[in-house]
């Protein structure tokens, strides 16, 4: 038995949303025709729902379609494939498990180029470097100056401050075991020689990480993506020079200065809990302190806290100048900075442990 | 004399090749322009001839001598010869207008006084009319102002060859029309050699000497702007067809 559904004077999509909810009620089995004869406006949503009717709903049949519906559907007629929008790639070569083996050996390979290429970046580094303090040439006047304003003053206090949070926490934490066996008198010992060679380093690098090795990448990744790396190249500057040098130098003549009033900000922070728990003076806990650890310790933790220093600069730069040309990309090398500085940090702090101990 | 010659040309990024074994030739003291639909590698073969993108495949001569991407010296050369206009200006956003046009004098010239150099910036910004607007930083200019100090660095050390990525973009007709006439200018008065990509059919017609037209990843017409009437290829008729219809120059 045949049915006909009268279409409304305006097709769009809101009326064909109910025209198909009433296909659906339909109760009657048999063929269904859809009578367009009084359909005077419609738009793209109209053309695209005769496309349907002939694709997906064998049964129903459109009849009487206005010439200028029927005009307009000519200039449809090229509808996309089924798989269309997702791009048809090409047909995966070989078994599964090879597959899985070359997937997993590109990302190898892959992960060697990064690694030469940052070496190649750090050797460019010291060469620039190197030519830089020979000839003072390729560098903006000044901007080593910016460099270590940024780099020092702007993150000497948030430094400091955590470090003698650190040198609190490490002070009260250790406190209840030395009490235990009535050794409260070591805990100087302790803060010094942790502070020093340890926890200094490794905050300050962190800290370094986050605020400086951020801010690096951010600038030089906007910088990339805004052309104007590609302008101080075609001014015949070497962007990996005028812009990494001045940073470079900025952080090994800013770090020992952070470095010693990390230390100072440490050891005061145990100071005052040996003060307040054990009742040790000040100038006691000094004196047992320069018993145990030396100028040595305070040399390593320096000498550590400049390599995290260009670590953390570098592989900022590296980030930052290997940025597509997409304004996203910023944001995603800005994390990927964070993440390798850390790592590298850890690295290097692993590998001076078996140098030094 | 031609100052550019390519031959076999390939360029792309990574693997992807946009234009492939293209040859034409850029001859001194004139304005050619390169042409094309949006992604036909406008943009990328100009970044190749400015010593930013190696090439795929083939090459290039620059006044003569061969580019050499794998060679600093190769590329030293080249970049002392040309400036670039970038689309957005590229000025340095931490150096006021006069630093930036400073900038390359300071860094090749460092034994310049700098009242040279400040006569030099001087010059440079009057020649784009930005010079009331030296001390102004680029955050603080607006878009037509960024390309004109953009085009003041560009020229400041004199070069042979001056690229231009879509000097006209964005811009209202007023601005893009001051853009145009700074180029015939530089022309004119300098003898200088420009190579403007572009699809501003307008600024086409009223600046181009010669035209490079690209499409489908290769080069579809390269020759004089006053022989693309006679040529007999559709799609070179069909994308230049507009420009009798709005020039109004």
Redesign the interface.
Known sequence: MSETILLPKILRAAEIVRVLSEIDRRTVDGPLALDFRDVEEFDSSTLAFLGHLADRLPGVTAVNIPEALARAGEGFARRPDPQWPERPGPAPAGSRRDRFLQALADRFVNRWRVLGRFMALLGDEVYHIGRYLKT???V??GETWNQMFFMGYRSFPIVCMLLFLVGVTISITSAEQLRLFGAESFIADLVGYAMLRELVPLMTGVILAGKVGAAVTAELAS?TV???V????????TPEK?LMVPRLIAITLVVPLLVAMADASGIFGGMVVARVMFNILPRAFLDQMVNTVDWTDFAWGLIKTVVFGWAVVVGAGFKGLSVGRSAEEVGRATTESVVLSVTLIIVIDCIFAFVIY | MDIITAHDLSVGYGRTEILGNVAFAIPEGRITTVVGVSGSGKSTLL?TL???LPPLGGGFEFAGRPVDYRSEASL?YL??K???L???G????GLSLYENVA??V???Y?ELPEGVVRDMVHAGLAQVELADSAGKYPAELSGGMRKRG?LA?ALVLNPHVVFCDEPSSGLDPITSRLLDDLLLRLKAGFKMTLVVVTHELRSIARVADRVLLLNDGGLRFAGEYADLAASGDDFVRTFFLRTNDHDDT
């Open positions: 003072r040439r390729g903006y006047p910088m805004l052309e104007e590609d302008a101080l190249r075609t001014m015949g500057l005028f | 970044k400015a010593g930013l030293a970049y002392a040309i400036g670039v970038y689309q957005d590229a000025l340095l956003n900038l390359p300071r860094m090749h460092p953009a660095r």
